[in-house]
């Protein structure tokens, strides 16, 4: 049973309008947060966090909300940019003594129309 | 300052065959992990490593053995490999457990 997901699969978005990508998840306990972005034939980079104590985080085109009582997570990217096309995982942790670990959710994968 | 490499980029093998996946980072991290990415599936923990010595199962350990003799490799053995186990994997490291961890480019896998 997925406890993290991304239910778009793909989404396309013209350059320079706000991209929204979904996650929702469903372990209460999660208390962390993360967005990766993913080029082809290269590894996962860290895009941008947030801690369950808060519910908005911004870093400059890039803002993820948080929404505990729906466990749901946003990221919004704006504006986009071609350069943004990539796939984005949402990943989770929970804390579990000294090992806590990331679950993710299967991608979503963006395309920023010039 | 490299980060994150893993040894080889892409490898071949047949049923049965064993090999070794070499993963090397210079941030001095104490966490390492093994992740497995197949289509339609994100990432799959598949064993990690909380600081030298020290190993644990994830997700989906089994067909696969580490081992971190040195905090800064982390090596992941397929003992005899299934076609199942066609896969890209990848290898993080963070300096705080589960938070952000930095990838390697990953080695592309196919077992006929």
């Known amino acids: 049973d997925q406890q993290v997901k991304q239910n778009s699969p793909s989404l396309s978005v013209q350059e320079g309008r706000i991209s929204i990508l979904n996650c929702d998840y469903t372990?209460?306990?999660?208390?962390?947060f993360l967005w990766y972005k993913k080029y082809p034939a290269e590894g996962p980079t860290f895009l941008i966090s947030?801690?369950?104590?808060?519910d908005k985080n911004e870093d400059g085109r890039f803002t993820v909300f948080l929404n505990k009582s729906a466990k749901h997570l946003s990221l919004h990217i704006v504006p986009s940019q071609p350069g943004d096309s990539a796939v984005y995982f949402c990943?989770?942790?929970?804390?579990?003594?000294?090992?806590?670990?990331?679950?993710f959710g299967s991608g979503t994968q963006l395309t920023v129309l010039p | 300052n490299a980060g994150v490499t893993q040894t080889p980029k892409f490898r071949v093998l047949k049923t049965g065959q064993s090999m070794t996946l070499l993963c090397a980072q210079d941030?001095?991290?104490?966490?390492m992990y093994w992740y497995r990415q197949d289509p339609g599936m994100g990432l799959r923990l598949i064993h990690y490593?909380?600081?030298?010595?020290?190993?644990a199962k994830g997700e989906v350990p089994d067909g696969y053995n580490v081992s971190r003799l040195k905090k800064q490799n982390f090596l992941l053995g397929l003992e005899s490999a299934a076609p199942s186990q066609t896969s890209v994997y990848f290898c993080?490291?963070?300096?705080?457990?589960?938070?952000?961890?930095?990838f390697g480019p990953g080695t592309r896998l196919t077992v006929l």
């Open positions: 993080a490291s963070s300096s705080v457990a589960g938070l952000k961890q930095f």
């Open positions: 372990n209460s306990m999660f208390d962390y």
């Open positions: 947030i801690s369950s104590i808060k």
């Open positions: 990943a989770a942790s929970a804390s579990s003594g000294s090992a806590r670990q990331l679950t």
């Open positions: 941030m001095n991290h104490e966490y």
């Open positions: 490593s909380v600081g030298e010595g020290t190993t």
